[in-house]
Structures are given as C-alpha cells and as structure tokens.
C-alpha cells in the first residue's frame, strides 16, 4: 500500500485531501506542522508528500530544504499545495525543490492525479498491478464514487494511452462518453448533476424534478 503524507495545519482541507486518497487506497499520514512531520518521517518512508506552504511552527519551505538536505528523504517527491497562487510563488516554490505545486481551491483530479504521477515517475503502482490498472481504477472511483463522468472519462483515457489493448478500458471509456453524449444532445439542458453508473448517469439541473422540454433524454432515462 503506497503512503502520503499530508501537512496541512486546517483540518478541513486535510480531510478534503485525504478522503479521495483513501478511497484509492492510500495509506494517508496526517501532520498539522512541520514537527509533526519530521516526527512521522522518522518511522515512514511516504511514496509523496502534500505540503502547505503556510504552516505554524514550520513551515513547508523548511520543510521542503530539509527532505532535500536529507540522504533518506531527498528523493521522496513533494507537492506544494497552497492558496499563494501568483506565477512568481510558483516559481519559488519549484526552485525550492518541490515536484508538483498546486493552488488552492483545486480540484480533486488534480490532486489524486498528480499524486498518481509521481508514484508512477518512482516506477511504483498503487495497485501492484500496472499504471494502465491504476488509471482504470481511478477512472471507477470518480464514476461511482464520485459520479463525475468528465473525470472518469480523462481517466480511462490515460489508462488505454499506456494500454491501447485493455477492451476493460475501452468499455467503461465508451459507456461513460456515450452517456455524455446521450445527455449533452438535450437542446434544453446545459448543466448536470451526477448519477449512479449503470446507463441512466445524469440528472438534468436545470429542471431535476421534470423535464421542461421532451428532448430532456437525461431525466427520462432515469425516470422512466
């Protein structure tokens, strides 16, 4: 089971990062200052660490130097996920060492997948299977988890890039965009809540409780 470490001293946005993670099936370590991520770093050994930059008692900055500055740590990758968002602390903060920087609010994709990325670039899986795999099971997480056929859809595509064979791919690439395109062909609706997977994927927004025009195909799939 591949490990994260998170700092981040708001409890909240440590959950919003962990969850996705979990479900995964990371193993996720939590740290609310730098300390308590050296201390966590004394006896793990994280495949990726996500760090805000803004951090009481250390920062992640000083944290940043010291894994690099550290024999047994400098290789491990580190995401810097913060709410500075100008060009120039993107700059910095990649000069400083980091792998990925990532600004807040973002959106869960970016952060599962550039995790994803860098366990890859370490020539490792999450599944101990292949990426291709890995790939398919993110693609199955934000289908039924998370209900989002968009993500799903870019997911799977990644996993037939590194297996153009994988029929498994191909298929639940092909089920989830052809309810995209079954959904998008409604001249009335233009946004969309998710659904369950099974063929019947969204849910019209615009009018969730009756279809305001017949070519609402969404909300008679479901319905019906």
Not at 22 to 35: D, I, P, S
Not at 138 to 160: C, H, P, R, T, V
Request: aromatic share 8%; net charge negative.
């Amino acid at each position: 089971m591949r490990e994260v470490l998170i700092l981040e001293d708001s409890h909240t946005q440590r959950m919003l990062m962990a969850y996705p993670l979990r479900q995964a099936g990371m193993q996720v370590l939590e740290a609310t200052n730098g300390l308590e991520a050296l201390e966590i770093l004394k006896t793990h050994h994280p495949d990726v660490i996500i760090s805000d930059i803004v951090c009481p008692v250390m920062n992640g900055y000083e944290l940043c130097a010291w894994l690099k500055q550290n024999p047994k740590t400098q290789h491990i990758p580190l995401i810097f996920c913060t709410v500075k968002t100008e060009e120039r602390d993107r700059a910095w903060g990649l000069q400083q060492g980091a792998s990925a920087y990532i600004c807040k609010p973002f959106e869960l994709p970016e952060l599962v997948e550039t995790v994803i990325e860098l366990i890859l670039q370490q020539g490792k899986t999450f599944t101990d299977l292949s990426p291709a795999y890995d790939w398919l099971e993110i693609g199955l997480m934000w289908l039924e988890e998370y209900e989002n056929q968009d993500w799903a859809i870019a997911a799977f595509s990644k996993a037939l890039q590194l297996n153009p064979n994988s029929q498994l791919a191909q298929q639940y690439r092909d089920r989830a965009l052809g309810n995209l395109q079954d959904t998008r062909s409604c001249a009335t609706c233009q946004y969309y809540f998710g659904g369950k997977p099974g063929g019947n994927l969204l849910v019209c927004a615009v009018h969730p409780n009756g279809p305001s025009d017949p070519l609402c195909r969404d909300w008679e799939s479901k319905y019906r």
